[in-house]
């Protein structure tokens, strides 16, 4: 994944609010979000991941303020689960509690990444001409069946860490070759939506630190009039420069171009794999979502509009110490990073009938079961999400 040259959470509930999980928020507001491609493929296996008591992961990051899911696809995969009826079941899940979603075209059938961009089988030995064919219905074909199913993208990327080129040899170091299947990628994402609305485009490089190739890039997509409404960058702090670097690139693309950026893949060890700018420890992962999170958001021009961490959930299926959970699936102190932006909202309506040992209460879209409290101490509740909740009247 290097880039190869080519507010405290809310307190003093009123009378007449309850603390629910949080709303889907548009993209105007600041995306928290989570590559977890290889979710479902280990909750499905009987992994059970837990925030002090085991829960669907979904819920337990719903729980602590993300509100993005990014989902990759393979063409068609051979070994790897992220296959389309595979991402679509992902999709809806996350659809259902409320993310928003991302999907992530990798035009491969496993990874793609600067190191390589491999055609699919399907499309191997086609002519420059029969691939810029083959994007295109088969973008719109993926995008038409999420659209049926209930879970349309709200943001698509067009090809993943394309820095180098996509589909190679088709796309490789060829950018007139690399326009032109982008913009049969947009095109399909178009027509695929039908009269839904039209997602975002995202063009996403594996740059965060480098604005030399960054300027390379995205120059020329401007230039070849390729549509695209937000840039995607990688930044493992590892691997593409200091965050001072990131800081730079992020003030050098908000002065550029009239883009959203968002990091959308990133990841810090909590434990040692090599030398790092913050403390190899569950303390120095907090640090650095803190400090990544603030320079996102201080990014010229109201740029910054969000970051997303790569497979959270991953650390035993990928061997690698980069995620949110512990290796007993325990989650790790960084996960409460974004508490602050669980929501509160005014009770719609509300609800309640005694049962043997409490009152079941349904608030608007939302319910819980309410045990009742001493004289004078308001009720609590547990909501959708686990989590005990304050601020409810005595029945």
Known sequence: MECISGTALRAGLAFALGLTAPAARAFDDFAIGADLSFLKQQEDAGKQFRDGVAKPALVIFKSHGYDWIRLRLFH????LPNSLAYTLASAKQAKALGYKFLLD??????WADPGAQPAPEAWSGLSHAQTVDSVYPYTRDVIARFRAEGALPDMVQ????INNGMIWP??????????DLLKAGARGVDSGRGDGPMPRIMLHIACGGDTAVTKWFFDNAVKSAVP???IGQSYYPLWQGTTADLERNLA????????DIIVVETAFAPYPSGGSPFPLTDAGQVQYLQE???IVRATPNGRGRGLMWWEPTGDAYLGTPRGLFDKQLNARPALSVFDTRVAIRP???RSRTLTGSGWFWVEGDFPGFGLPAPGGVPDSRINMLGRRVFGFPAP
């Not at 067009?158 to 860490?161: A, L, R, T, Y």
């Not at 088709?170 to 326009?179: I, P, R, T, V």
């Not at 050098?252 to 883009?259: C, E, L, Q, V, W």
Request: glycine share 8%; hydrophobic share 35%; proline share 5%.
């Open 252 to 259: 050098f693309m908000a002065g550029r171009y009239p883009k």
């Open 292 to 294: 990544l999170d603030k």
């Open 158 to 161: 067009i090809g993943n860490e």
């Open 105 to 110: 075209f990798h035009y491969a059938d496993t």
């Open 170 to 179: 088709d796309g490789k170091d060829n950018w007139n070759n690399q326009a």
């Open 347 to 349: 009770i719609r309506s």
């Open 228 to 230: 695209f409404d937000v």
């Open 76 to 79: 068609t995969p051979a070994v």
